[in-house]
């Protein structure tokens, strides 16, 4: 039980001492770290192309010029078979999934940093493919899509990583939810696109000009190009630094991420605790298996289906893994992206008979949604992540219901009950303010922050895979659900998103505020074998953090007894 005792002390003075020298979560944290902030605000910005793309779509779907080149892929008649319409949205997501299961690879083989670069790649062929559907038709977008798709997949997979590796752990949750909330804000940006575009050459079928769905296509590739470009000056992640022999470097980077000297304190412990936790999972794999010991590219190819296996074998991974996959896929099955993937559709569907009204009051969710995710990024980290996610959940299985009973109640008379058709777009919004700041960033967050160092680009692939199928699934499906079961539809997404909440609130531990290899703490895998618990003792006193602790603990103990023997004085 030794081993046992004197690592978890360890980790409780390492807990203790950061969080007294690094101070409270929140806005002014950001502020603190606006060097940190800025990089990760750069590197948001695979996640506006994720999210313009993703709103983009909806808009296009509900052009004429843009129908006319689909055939039945798009049909104009809202009873016709829906099916391929489905194809044609959710293609981007099964590219998306195939992409995120080569981000791991790739983010642990050519970087964080390098991988971005490669994504980011892949996703301007896709924009191009899709820009030549004026002549390919629905071939066109069916390739460009999937092609996109592969994209945007690896990059919500590597941000999050980047984001959280660079950051020190009382804004690592802001940061994260940044991703998300540069997706809401590419979707912002893309549902006004659409409605501005809309109206090139006219509104109506043989006015409509193509470029009214080409111009909000290829507006992508700025944004795309300046995240190229940039992101070759951005730094490597420490973690990966580490993780690659590469430690003077990372301890340099370090110090300039946090605005401190390289010999300050808080720069060593979480160097060292970095170092820690990178050889303890090294001499693991060497245990475990020593054929892919050596940190060659065919080894860590092969490495991810040995760690991706690993992550069902023991309870504590396992449970890393449940919590991943079911938070994912608890979030798809909220409904948003039936929502954001075919909103002009639904209001129409609501009463809102007209392409430009529906458009409309898209905008106004792309701007519900940026607006509530905000709060996320500034205080995820204070709040927590049980008690947003469950909120969050309750509110919007809520906002499900009451639409389910509005629509069962006036499906068949919105011309005479206008005010009741208002009502459901009003709860829609409503529902999309909810899932603004809870499930939306949160998700993402847990997903990016739960897993040890070896394992976390197969850990967030996996969370993030399963992310993708749920996607997927959701937007094959919700054409032909509301097509043809109506209310049903809102009704089925009401109670998982109950579902959601309860398995939040009694399966998932609260991270908030923890450092990443403190995860293994939170997630019990100090009962996996007293043998892990030795070999990373020993691999504290051999690296120093160990005496660092202990000194630093003494230096603490000192000053608070010297505050306590301090006389006092007595006012008379």
């Known amino acids: 039980m030794g081993g046992a005792v004197d690592s978890a002390a360890v980790y409780d003075a390492a807990l203790k001492r950061r969080q007294n020298m690094m101070g409270a979560s929140g806005p002014g944290a950001l502020i603190k770290n606006f060097k940190v902030f800025r990089i990760a605000c750069f590197a948001c910005i695979g996640g506006v192309l994720y999210g313009y793309n993703q709103g983009m779509f909806s808009g296009l779907l509900a052009m004429p010029a843009f129908q006319s080149h689909m055939g039945d892929y798009d049909p104009f008649d809202p009873n016709a078979d829906q099916t391929k319409k489905g194809w044609l949205t959710?293609?981007?997501?099964?590219?998306?999934?195939?992409?995120?299961?080569?981000?791991?690879?790739?983010?642990?083989?050519?970087?964080?940093?390098?991988?971005?670069?490669?994504?980011?790649?892949?996703?301007?062929?896709?924009?191009?493919?899709?820009?030549?559907?004026?002549?390919?038709?629905?071939?066109?977008?069916?390739?460009?899509?999937?092609?996109?798709?592969?994209?945007?997949?690896?990059?919500?997979?590597?941000?999050?990583?980047?984001?959280?590796?660079?950051?020190?752990?009382?804004?690592?949750?802001?940061?994260?939810?940044?991703?998300?909330?540069?997706?809401?804000?590419?979707?912002?940006?893309?549902?006004?696109?659409?409605?501005?575009?809309?109206?090139?050459?006219?509104?109506?079928?043989?006015?409509?000009?193509?470029?009214?769905?080409?111009?909000?296509?290829?507006?992508?590739?700025?944004?795309?190009?300046?995240?190229?470009?940039?992101?070759?000056?951005?730094?490597?992640s420490p973690r990966w630094l580490v993780h690659h022999g590469r430690e003077t470097e990372a301890r340099d980077i370090l110090a300039r991420l946090r605005g401190l000297s390289v010999d300050h304190d808080l720069v060593e412990l979480e160097f060292l605790e970095?170092?820690?936790?990178?050889?303890?999972?090294?001499?693991?794999?060497?245990?475990?298996?020593?054929?892919?010991?050596?940190?060659?590219?065919?080894?860590?190819?092969?490495?991810?289906?040995?760690?991706?296996?690993?992550?069902?074998?023991?309870?504590?991974?396992?449970?890393?893994?449940?919590?991943?996959?079911?938070?994912?896929?608890?979030?798809?099955?909220?409904?948003?992206?039936?929502?954001?993937?075919?909103?002009?559709?639904?209001?129409?569907?609501?009463?809102?008979?007209?392409?430009?009204?529906?458009?409309?009051?898209?905008?106004?969710?792309?701007?519900?949604?940026f607006v509530s995710t905000i709060p996320a990024v500034l205080y995820v980290d204070r709040v927590g992540r049980k008690p947003v996610l469950t909120v969050g959940a309750i509110a919007m299985a809520t906002c499900h219901i009451i639409i389910a009973v509005i629509v069962a109640k006036n499906a068949d008379q919105w011309m005479t009950q206008a005010a009741s058709g208002w009502a459901a777009v009003v709860f829609v919004w409503i529902f999309v303010i909810h899932f603004g700041y809870s499930w939306g960033p949160c998700a993402w967050i847990i997903v990016a922050e739960i897993w040890p160092l070896s394992s976390r680009p197969y850990g967030t692939t996996l969370g993030a895979s399963s992310n993708w199928l749920n996607n997927f699934i959701v937007g094959q499906v919700t054409p032909d659900l509301l097509n043809k079961i109506g209310y049903g539809t809102y009704i089925l997404f009401g109670l998982l998103t109950f579902l959601g909440a309860g398995f939040i609130w009694f399966f998932v531990p609260e991270t908030k505020r923890l450092t990443l290899e403190e995860m293994d703490v939170i997630f019990g895998s100090e009962g996996v074998a007293q043998a892990d618990f030795e070999r990373m003792a020993e691999i504290n006193r051999e690296i120093g953090l160990t005496a660092l602790l202990e000194s630093l603990g003494a230096s603490d103990s000192n000053h608070e007894v010297a505050s306590e023997e301090k006389p006092k004085v007595v006012e008379t």
């Open 274 to 369: 970095i170092k820690a936790q990178s050889q303890f999972e090294k001499r693991t794999v060497a245990e475990h298996f020593p054929h892919l010991r050596e940190p060659t590219a065919w080894n860590t190819f092969k490495l991810q289906f040995v760690a991706i296996k690993s992550l069902f074998q023991t309870k504590p991974m396992f449970k890393r893994v449940v919590v991943a996959t079911v938070t994912m896929f608890f979030q798809q099955w909220t409904g948003i992206n039936a929502v954001l993937y075919y909103a002009p559709s639904i209001f129409q569907s609501l009463g809102l008979n007209s392409n430009t009204t529906s458009l409309l009051a898209t905008g106004v969710v792309g701007i519900l949604l």
């Open 90 to 236: 959710a293609i981007l997501e099964l590219g998306a999934w195939f992409g995120t299961l080569m981000s791991g690879f790739i983010a642990e083989t050519i970087s964080r940093k390098y991988g971005v670069l490669v994504a980011v790649s892949v996703f301007v062929i896709g924009v191009v493919i899709q820009a030549t559907a004026q002549y390919g038709g629905h071939d066109s977008i069916l390739a460009g899509r999937f092609v996109t798709g592969m994209g945007v997949g690896s990059l919500a997979a590597i941000i999050p990583i980047y984001n959280s590796e660079v950051a020190p752990p009382e804004v690592r949750g802001a940061l994260v939810a940044l991703q998300q909330l540069a997706i809401t804000f590419g979707i912002l940006i893309s549902f006004w696109v659409d409605y501005g575009t809309n109206y090139i050459g006219g509104t109506t079928l043989g006015k409509q000009k193509d470029a009214a769905w080409l111009v909000p296509i290829c507006l992508q590739l700025f944004p795309a190009v300046i995240l190229f470009v940039g992101m070759i000056f951005m730094p490597f």
